[in-house]
């Protein structure tokens, strides 16, 4: 069974930067698709980030793209989110998601996995 278990989130002032962090237990094959998405109360889930695990290769969403970047510490199994230049809009909570095959994706019912999410709160 795959448990996600995220951390690093807070409160920061606009252009500031945290790094998310998302420890992967359960993990023991290849081709799996990492996730990060993010929700404010009543909109549905964003898909702003994705990594595939066996080529490294990442997609970024156009809403944080050049400010946020994805990656992953394959040994360890974790997965990051650094966010650089932080703007208020991006308060959310942020949630980390892995699926196993299937290719890309931004929709948050194709990931089976989910971590309980990391609040991030940026003041202007």
């Known amino acids: 069974q795959v448990h996600l278990v995220e951390s690093g989130g807070g409160s920061v002032q606009a252009g500031g930067s945290l790094r998310l962090s998302c420890a992967a237990s359960g993990i023991t094959t290849s081709r799996f698709y990492w996730a990060w998405f993010r929700q404010v109360p009543g909109k549905e889930r964003e898909g702003i980030a994705l990594?595939?695990?066996?080529?490294?290769?990442?997609f970024t969403a156009p809403s944080v793209k050049g400010r946020f970047a994805i990656s992953q510490d394959s040994a360890k199994n974790i997965l990051y989110l650094q966010m650089n230049t932080l703007k208020p809009e991006d308060t959310a909570m942020y949630y980390c998601?892995?699926?196993?095959?299937?290719?890309?994706?931004?929709?948050?019912?194709?990931?089976?996995?989910w971590g309980q999410g990391t609040q991030v709160t940026v003041s202007s």
């Open positions: 990594l595939y695990t066996d080529t490294a290769a990442t």
């Open positions: 998601a892995a699926k196993s095959g299937g290719g890309w994706s931004w929709r948050s019912d194709a990931y089976v996995f």
